[in-house]
């Protein structure tokens, strides 16, 4: 099992952007997809997570102008990013919790994708 980023790139301040992660090679289901990130000389920051009762939980950061979505069909789960900011410039993962039998849930991250915002 594999978790395969894609859709980072430079935008300009107030531009928007989506990452995709997806779940590659066998598996029995998904339980959650969550994203962090990393900003150049800082601690990684989780961005938005799945709480227990299935609820995606945001960073105060990014609240009300992230989303995340997710293609079950597709084992992909979205990063939607809007009106960015030059202090969401960072290296973005997700991280699964992958089912790889019915019994047996794995943690799994993606190889990370570059944001960057400037002018």
């Known amino acids: 099992v594999q978790l395969v980023e894609s859709g980072g790139g430079s935008v300009q301040p107030g531009g928007s952007l989506t990452l995709s992660c997806t779940v590659s090679?066998?598996?029995?289901?998904?339980?959650?997809i969550n994203w962090h990130r990393r900003a150049p000389g800082e601690d990684r920051e989780e961005v938005a997570w799945?709480?227990?009762?299935?609820?995606?939980e945001f960073a105060e950061s990014v609240k009300g102008r992230f989303t995340v979505s997710r293609d079950n069909g597709k084992s992909t789960s979205y990063l939607q990013m809007k009106n960015l900011k030059p202090e969401d410039t960072a290296v973005y993962y997700c991280?699964?919790?992958?089912?790889?039998?019915?019994?047996?849930?794995?943690?799994?991250w993606g190889q990370g994708t570059q944001v960057t915002v400037s002018f």
């Open positions: 991280n699964g919790r992958i089912w790889i039998t019915s019994s047996n849930l794995r943690d799994f």
């Open positions: 090679g066998s598996h029995f289901g998904i339980w959650s």
């Open positions: 799945v709480t227990p009762s299935g609820k995606t």
